[in-house]
């Protein structure tokens, strides 16, 4: 796997581990949610497909937002996602920013400051794409 950088603008990158067809992505689950996602190796009930998901390909930023496992609300197992990444690429190219007046829309995307290992935001002027995208979006397009 290499790193998957996209200079969008001098200040916002694509942070991602990536092969020629697959993406990595993280999020947080509740214990229930990842062991059955782990047990069918997709995801079945009790994942929900209307919900909207915030994905993180930095694994850094999705580290810092999870509280590095130990967030309360059911989002302490960390999940990495390989998704098609010809069908990354699709939803963002689809995606509208978080503060559009469009945000019913299916992927919705936001650029968030990138994190060092310790939580501290990084020195880098730089920020982190985070796509939200709806469950039922992103369970078409993981890698099985």
């Known amino acids: ?12 990158e694509i942070r991602a581990t990536c092969g020629d067809k697959t993406i990595r992505v993280y999020q947080a689950y509740n214990n ?5 996602a782990l047990e069918n190796q997709r995801f079945v009930p009790p994942w929900s497909s209307t919900r909207m998901t915030w994905i993180k390909p930095s694994a850094v930023w ?7 496992g130990k967030k309360d609300l059911g989002q302490s197992r960390i999940l990495a996602l390989d998704l098609h990444r010809t069908a990354f690429d699709q939803l963002l190219l689809n995606a509208v920013p978080a503060r559009s007046p469009t945000t019913d829309r299916t992927i919705i995307v936001q650029w968030d400051p990138e994190r060092k290992i310790g939580g501290e935001a990084g020195r ?16 078409r397009h993981q890698q099985c």
């Open 62 to 68: 999705m580290g810092y937002r999870s509280r590095w």
């Open 32 to 36: 229930t949610i990842a062991n059955a």
């Open 1 to 12: 796997m290499k790193r998957y950088i996209d200079h969008c603008e001098m200040s916002r």
């Open 124 to 139: 880098e002027a730089y920020t982190s794409i985070v796509p939200g995208v709806r469950s039922l979006q992103m369970a």
